[in-house]
T-cell receptor, first 114, second 111 residues
Framework: NAGVTQTPKFQVLKTGQSMTLQCAQD?????MYWYRQDPGMGLRLIYY???????DKGEVPNGYNVSRLNKREFSLRLESAAPSQTSVYFC?????????????FGDGTRLSIL | DQQVKQNSPSLSVQEGRISILNCDYT??????FLWYKKYPAEGPTFLIS?????DKNEDGRFTVFLNKSAKHLSLHIVPSQPGDSAVYFC??????????FGAGTRLTVKP
């Protein structure tokens, strides 16, 4: 009963390195999301995929790219990591694409960029 | 700009008493509101939601109240239990907007 699985759980990068965060869900959900959470702030939406084959920008997309590989998997890529991207990243999924749908979250990836 | 605000970073209550967590929003287009609970080292989990056509929604010990004119919602937990100790996030959305989250309130329920 895995739900939403994120890998890795922790990662340390140097400025300028690239990195892909992986996310997979086993609930046959149509929509998937990437958020970041910073101290003293709520979760902020980076990108989302309402359905397989579509992706859209969220509130804070700069410096990130995403790929909806198939219905199960949604990856987040940092092409050239910057210290401002140090954060905890959460992937989520929902059965349908409406913003009134409860989202199911993974346990997060804690990313530090030196 | 933060469109969803939780002005109390923390709240401490005694076991068995009521916990009231508050949330304010600025965007009058928001029409759906959700509460999530988060334990350390885990992702948020959905708790309860309310549509703007309602002013109250209840699920067991959890009740959410919505005051549209004041752009305010609150989560009531009665009775509070030690296992309710967590960070609670308020979130708001509309058809044309993505999901916006508050910064969270850390609830501590003391035995």
């Amino acid at each position: 009963n895995a739900g939403v699985t994120q890998t890795p759980k922790f990662q340390v990068l140097k400025t300028g390195q690239s990195m892909t965060l992986q996310c997979a869900q086993d609930m046959n959900h149509n929509s998937m999301y990437w958020y970041r959470q910073d101290p003293g702030m709520g979760l902020r939406l980076i990108y989302y995929s309402a359905s397989e084959g579509t992706t859209d920008k969220g509130e804070v997309p700069n410096g990130y790219n995403v790929s909806r590989l198939n219905k199960r998997e949604f990856s987040l890529r940092l092409e050239s990591a910057a210290p401002s991207q140090t954060s905890v990243y959460f992937c989520a999924s929902s059965e349908a694409g409406g913003w009134d749908q409860p989202q199911h979250f993974g346990d997060g990836t804690r990313l530090s960029i030196l | 700009d933060q469109q969803v605000k939780q002005n109390s970073p923390s709240l401490s209550v005694q076991e068995g008493r009521i916990s009231i967590l508050n949330c304010d929003y600025t965007n009058s287009m928001f029409d759906y509101f959700l509460w999530y609970k988060k334990y350390p080292a885990e992702g948020p989990t959905f708790l309860i939601s309310i549509s703007s056509i309602k002013d109250k929604n209840e699920d067991g010990r959890f009740t959410v109240f919505l005051n549209k004119s004041a752009k305010h919602l609150s989560l009531h937990i009665v009775p509070s239990q030690p296992g309710d100790s967590a960070v609670y996030f308020c979130a708001a959305s509309s058809t044309n907007n993505d999901m916006r989250f508050g910064a969270g309130t850390r609830l501590t329920v003391k035995p």
